[in-house]
């Protein structure tokens, strides 16, 4: 069994971990430059990184945020059914979790380098080298989140 997490959004990113907790896979959330998720470069690297494993998917779930422009509103809510329906292709159960739910379980705030931190420590072998990894480092922690409440 793999545990899938997805970060959503245009720097979010997908994690995978295994049925012991360990690290297994991650990737980004790849787009073009208009920001349309390309849903199929990202659905060939986690078909890849499964290689037929049964998975259970949770996403993070998110909404606009005050004071966000409509564009970027409209940006957001775009990534964000395009990782909906990448959640949905894995013909298996998708659980939805909040940030504040995740977070608190896991003894988190809603700082990105704790975040980054705490995913470093816990799966030293996972490519979180660069700052810009957060999203990868949170899409592996919304996977252990799974894992220990599952």
Not at 22 to 28: A, K, R, V
Not at 81 to 88: E, P, Q
Request: with cysteine; glycine share 10%; aromatic share 10%.
């Amino acid at each position: 069994m793999l545990y899938v997490g997805i970060d959503p959004g245009l720097t979010g990113a997908w994690g995978m971990i295994d049925h012991h907790g360990c690290y297994w896979s991650c990737g980004d959330m790849h787009h073009n430059e208009d920001g349309i998720l390309d849903t199929e470069r990202i659905w060939d690297e986690m078909c890849q990184a499964k290689d037929g494993m049964d998975t259970k998917v949770f996403i993070e779930k998110v909404h606009s945020m005050p004071k966000q422009g409509v564009s970027s509103t409209f940006k957001f809510g775009m990534a964000f059914g395009g990782a909906l329906s990448l959640a949905r292709r894995f013909k298996t159960e998708m659980v939805m979790v909040t940030p504040q739910l995740w977070k608190k379980t896991l003894v988190l705030n809603s700082d990105k380098q704790q975040s980054l931190d705490m995913a470093r420590e816990i799966f030293p072998q996972a490519p979180l080298r660069l700052k810009k990894y957060n999203g990868r480092a949170e899409a592996l922690l919304i996977a252990l989140y799974g894992f220990k409440n599952d």
